[in-house]
């Protein structure tokens, strides 16, 4: 800046300043002991990070953009969708504290951020999570950080080897990507940092709310994705004017597939262990993703009895799966098995069903029969529970939902306004066939009649929802399952004595990646429906449910299957 | 069926496909246009190596819509497809040509003259080269239409002619025409291929100038070079062309040889036959019964009046004659299992004798002579004449009865 000395190695005039304020030469760099004077005050009470390379960020680039990091696009991302989530009714302090100490978190291990600066890597200023300082407030960097963990306060040495790898940096990304740190960003080396990607977005989002235990699963947060009440898809026409994306950001972030359960999960792990994050919260009773809460909910869902909920606590309390120190999450624990909370209770239920209907394409049929007879000579009193009556009133609307959905994933449309070309090069066809794009839409959606565009569904936690108050009969919540089952010793239990299990020996994980293996052919149809009813739910695969319901069993006849002889005795509690 | 979770931008632009062509199979347009609205953003992703990509697609279902939706009109086709032309470089010339075609088909003809002329000037690069094939199509396409304006201004010219105008704009008008017209007809008949409409104009116009000698190369060429895929029209043409300017039998005979080759069936056999058996040549008229033969082999010629007629008086002629029986008993060895049920049942005598009294009485002739007095076709029709009393009948039956031992020679 104003600091005209030689330098005492090199006698050239070139200084930058490294973070902790000192000036060192650009040519031969040469660390001085002269420090910036600071001017002010507010310098003082806040430890800044500056960019070491060009004092100041450079401003204007020709084309109206500024120079921005690829980690401060994934930051607005993040804001966008903890702001989508508030709105959706999750706890202000999800955005506030909770994901953003996550995130500077992840950017000090992960080494962007806050910390010693290694070979290769510019540091920058980033703007707080607060919706008061913004990526797009004034241009001029450094902004504010409030600190609130402890490893980023005070002064930050620097890395001498620090202009030649910045000058590589910029030299190569001014081609390649709007972004400063595109290119770098993804010739990465993935070993010791997990490299952000946009699926990961949705993992810190559902880190963030398993935290708070907010009430919402992943299978929920995923489809709200996929409606479009949480930013994912295009979120980039979000990011501001001056944030141009370009070459190898499109490859960062644009997404051109729905997120995958397993993906985000697994990613989920990943990142609460590499963030070395204590034990979660305990998930206990009283918890929305408890077992027996969930339960409570997919049965609802599914329209069956609500006496039904008796059998899978007991399920739950006998296999000990509503422990808290099972249900909680602690990262980089390899030990125990991590829970999914929705397919989980989703297995509980159709354990259940086995259990007192034993779903073998005969039973189940049976005893329906035999309910429906005890029905006819029932007057007073609910109705008792027809296996056959529910199967046809969800068989229809699972059916019609089914097709409906499938003709979204036909309709779904995956390009926006926001154009985006590989290069500058390009931009001008890009935006050609866009304005064609438009124009066939409108030509054909006059021809389409009067379809009108659907408006967003309100987002809600309830695909399927029944009521009691149709008179047709459609809602079994308050059926009774007293048709199937007999009085033994004084308490309830099933009338049906057998039971199958899905598999008889569990596969190794790590060999295969699964539990089991589900082939549709080889199951009963029953069970198949009521995995494919869950799948609708929960959109996923019925393999998923299948492998946790083996799992379940597993537990559950944990003693026989030890003693490895046959049981035909039924469970008793 | 496994319902996939998953979804990406390929797989989804592919089920919509999929959703659009059962639309379409359906004839449900409007479901069609509605999903075809979202399928258009492919073109945003269009850097396809496949063999028909998103343009493609979209141009070809876009203009089936279009053409049957209840609500689509000429204005919304047109403004359609001109965009559709600045998609694909390397398709640009072929949807030109189908949309000229489409004008056409509506009746639109200047607007066709004009797109095609306008497509025509089109130069892009290499482009034009590799479209060479589209371009001559093109051209001959604005030639075929300035024949047709050829042929207008002619048929007003004549009709001033006759009220004793003259016209000379109109001429002048004509000429041009029919210069243009003869640069691009030529040039696409030409190349091998099957251009009946353009030969039978091109000759027109010839003939009209009186250049019969070009005239009569072209439609050599046409039905004679091997490069040329075998079209029987070709030496139709030849021969009504041939016969207009009075050629020898022998080149009309030999014109209509490789017709009846090719088509056995065709209706000009009759002339054929006709030629042949007044031919002085013994192979000719040969030739002309195995002609006849063949003809009626074909259930389309069973209740044709004239091919029996001409078969009778052959096989009569040659009965009377007693030479060459043995023509028709070699003729006859092929057809005798099959023909009398196919020609000559009783159900047939009785059909033919109700609707067609002169087809009965050609056909029984035949049967007379090929199966005998006894044979149920000739005695029922025979019989039925005699009874009405209708003189060639009776005749007849003298004449088969009296060449009855014939009969028995043939068919031995």
């Known amino acids: ?573 | 069926s496994s319902h996939e979770h998953k979804l990406n931008f390929k797989k989804s632009k592919e089920v919509c496909l999929s959703y659009i062509q059962d639309a379409m199979l359906q004839k449900q347009w409007k479901r069609a246009a509605e999903f075809l609205t979202f399928y258009t953003e492919s073109l945003e992703k269009d850097f396809s190596t496949q063999y028909m990509g998103p343009s493609e697609m979209i141009w070809r279902i876009g203009t089936e819509i279009l053409c049957h939706h209840s609500h689509s009109s000429m204005k919304e086709f047109n403004s359609f497809t001109e965009q559709m032309k600045t998609l694909g470089v390397k398709r640009y010339l072929k949807v030109c040509l189908e949309h000229a075609f489409h004008l056409l088909c509506n009746g639109l003809i200047d607007e066709a003259y004009q797109n095609l002329s306008l497509a025509e000037s089109w130069r892009f690069g290499e482009q034009t080269a590799i479209q060479d094939k589209e371009m001559k199509l093109i051209q001959a396409y604005r030639g075929l239409l300035d024949y047709y304006s050829w042929s207008k201004q002619k048929t007003i010219l004549l009709e001033h002619g006759q009220d004793g105008f003259e016209d000379l704009s109109v001429e002048r008008e004509m000429h041009s025409c029919f210069r243009k017209a003869a640069v691009n007809l030529k040039e696409i008949i030409k190349i091998p291929g099957v251009w009946d409409l353009f030969v039978k104009c091109y000759v027109d116009l010839l003939e009209f100038y009186g250049d019969h000698n070009e005239a009569r190369q072209v439609l050599n060429e046409y039905a004679y070079n091997s490069k040329f895929p075998a079209n029987p029209n070709a030496h139709v043409y030849l021969y009504q062309f041939l016969k207009r300017h009075g050629e020898s039998k022998k080149s009309l005979i030999s014109a209509l040889k490789i017709l009846h080759d090719i088509v056995p069936s065709h209706e000009l056999m009759i002339d054929f036959n006709t030629m042949l058996q007044k031919s002085k040549k013994r192979k000719k008229r040969r030739l002309g019964l195995e002609v006849i033969f063949a003809a009626l082999d074909y259930a389309g010629w069973k209740e044709n009046v004239k091919a029996w007629s001409c078969l009778a008086r052959q096989v009569k002629q040659i009965v009377i004659s007693e030479k060459h029986l043995d023509w028709i008993k070699q003729e006859w060895n092929s057809r005798k299992d099959w023909w009398p049920a196919f020609h000559f049942s009783r159900y047939l005598a009785k059909r033919n004798w109700q609707e067609n009294e002169s087809l009965s009485y050609e056909k029984a002739v035949v049967a007379g002579i090929l199966l005998g007095k006894d044979c149920k076709y000739f005695k029922y029709v025979s019989h039925q004449g005699c009874k009405a009393q209708v003189k060639r009948f009776r005749t007849l039956k003298k004449f088969v009865n009296k060449h009855n031992p014939v009969y028995l020679r043939i068919s031995g």
């Open chain 1, 1 to 573: 800046r104003d600091f005209n000395e030689r330098c005492a190695q090199c006698s050239e005039v070139n200084w930058g300043l490294t973070d902790g304020g000192r000036f060192y030469c650009r040519s031969c760099h040469n660390v001085t002991e002269r420090t910036r004077e600071v001017v002010n005050a507010d310098f003082i009470s806040n430890a800044r990070i500056q960019t070491i390379s060009k004092g100041l960020r450079k401003q204007e680039k020709t084309d109206g953009g500024c120079e921005w990091y690829v980690c401060e696009g994934f930051q607005l991302v993040l804001k966008k969708q903890a702001e989508a989530l508030e709105a959706l009714g999750v706890c202000p302090q999800m955005k506030d504290e909770i994901l953003c100490n996550f995130w500077r978190r992840y950017l000090q291990k992960s080494k962007q951020a806050y910390c010693n600066r290694p070979a290769g890597e510019t540091v920058k200023a980033l703007s707080v999570c607060d919706s008061s300082t913004d990526v797009d407030s004034e241009p001029e960097r450094p902004s504010l950080l409030h600190l609130s963990l402890s490893e980023s306060e005070g002064d930050l040495q620097t890395d001498c080897s620090f202009a030649s790898s910045t000058s590589r940096v910029s030299e190569s990304t001014s081609v390649c990507s709007g972004s400063v740190d595109g290119s770098l960003y993804l010739m990465k080396n993935q070993r010791e940092k997990l490299r952000m990607t946009m699926p990961m977005t949705l993992s810190f989002c559902y880190m963030a709310l398993l935290w708070l235990r907010e009430p919402m699963t992943l299978s929920d947060l995923l489809r709200f994705v996929v409606e479009g009440h949480i930013p994912y898809l295009n979120v980039f026409q979000h990011f501001p004017e001056k944030m141009k994306l370009c070459g190898l950001d499109l490859k960062i972030f644009c997404v051109e597939s729905w997120p995958v359960y397993e993906e985000v999960y697994n990613k989920m792990l990943e990142l609460a262990a590499f963030l070395d994050l204590p034990r979660f919260p305990d998930i206990t009773d009283s918890c929305f993703l408890h077992p027996d809460m969930l339960c409570m909910k997919y049965l609802m869902e599914a329209n069956l009895p609500d006496e039904l909920h008796n059998w899978t606590c007991r399920v739950v309390k006998k296999i000990c799966i509503g422990e808290a120190d099972f249900l909680t999450l602690v990262p980089g624990n390899k030990s125990t098995r991590n829970v999914k909370y929705d397919v989980l209770a989703a297995a509980v239920i159709v354990v259940v069903l086995k259990l007192l209907f034993l779903l073998d394409d005969h039973y189940e049929w049976l005893l329906s029969d035999f309910a429906e007879e005890s029905n006819k000579n029932n007057k007073e009193g609910g109705p008792y529970f027809e296996f056959k009556k529910w199967y046809k009133v969800i068989k229809c609307s699972l059916d019609v939902e089914q097709k409906k959905l499938d003709e979204e994933r036909a309709k779904y449309l995956w390009r926006c306004e926001k154009p985006l070309f590989y290069s500058a090069k390009k931009k001008s066809k890009v935006l050609k066939r866009r304005q064609m794009v438009v124009n066939l839409q409108n030509q054909f959606g006059k021809l389409s009649g009067s379809v009108q565009p659907a408006e967003k569904p309100k987002p809600s936690s309830f695909q399927l929802s029944w009521s009691e108050e149709n008179t047709d009969g459609s809602c079994f919540h308050g059926h009774s399952l007293k048709g199937i089952l007999q009085e033994k010793c004084g308490l309830l239990t099933a009338m049906n004595p057998a039971y199958w299990l899905c598999t008889v020996k569990l596969c190794t994980e790590k060999l295969c990646g699964h539990l089991a293996h589900y082939r549709e052919v080889d199951f009963p149809q029953s069970y198949h429906f009521v995995l494919r009813l869950f799948s609708f739910i929960l959109r996923i695969q019925p393999s998923y449910i299948h492998d946790e319901v083996c799992v379940i069993e597993h537990k559950l006849f944990n003693k026989k299957l030890c003693k490895k002889s046959k049981y035909n005795t039924g469970l008793r509690k």
